[in-house]
Nanobody
Framework: QVQLVESGGGLVQAGASLKLACVAS????????MAWFRQAPGKEREFVAV????????YCADSVKGRFTISRDNAKNTVYLQMNSLKPEDTAVYYC?????????????????WGQGTQVTVSS
């Protein structure tokens, strides 16, 4: 079992920045990936970014490329999502996800564990 706890959400104005964090605990294989997804009201949960834990390779959705950056701190078992130049359309609940496989995948079913989510609200 892997437990994920997100933090860092909040209410900000358009153009501001936020940094989300997700701490992973529990059993993990030597190769795994962690990702961020988001879900706006009335919409499907969508992929945001993913990182391979051992190599540090990343992949981001086109909608956030150039504004959001995913990174990790191995010593703290923590993955981050730095969000800059936030827009009202970035408003959503942001979820951390974990897969006991290292490939960089953007579809939800690839991920075995999920956090509870953290709310990000961007006002115009």
């Amino acid at each position: 079992q892997v437990q994920l706890v997100e933090s860092g959400g909040g209410l900000v104005q358009a153009g501001a920045s936020l940094k989300l964090a997700c701490v992973a605990s529990g059993r993990t294989d030597s190769t795994y990936s962690m990702a961020w997804f988001r879900q706006a009201p009335g919409k499907e949960r969508e992929f945001v970014a993913v990182i391979n834990w051992s190599a540090g390779n990343t992949y981001c959705a086109d909608s956030v490329k150039g504004r959001f950056t995913i990174s990790r701190d191995n010593a703290k078992n923590t993955v981050y999502l730095q969000m800059n130049s936030l827009k009202p359309e970035d408003t959503a609940v942001y979820y951390c996800a974990f897969a006991n496989r290292g490939a960089l995948m953007s579809f939800r079913d690839w991920y075995e564990y999920w956090g509870q989510g953290t709310q990000v609200t961007v006002s115009s």
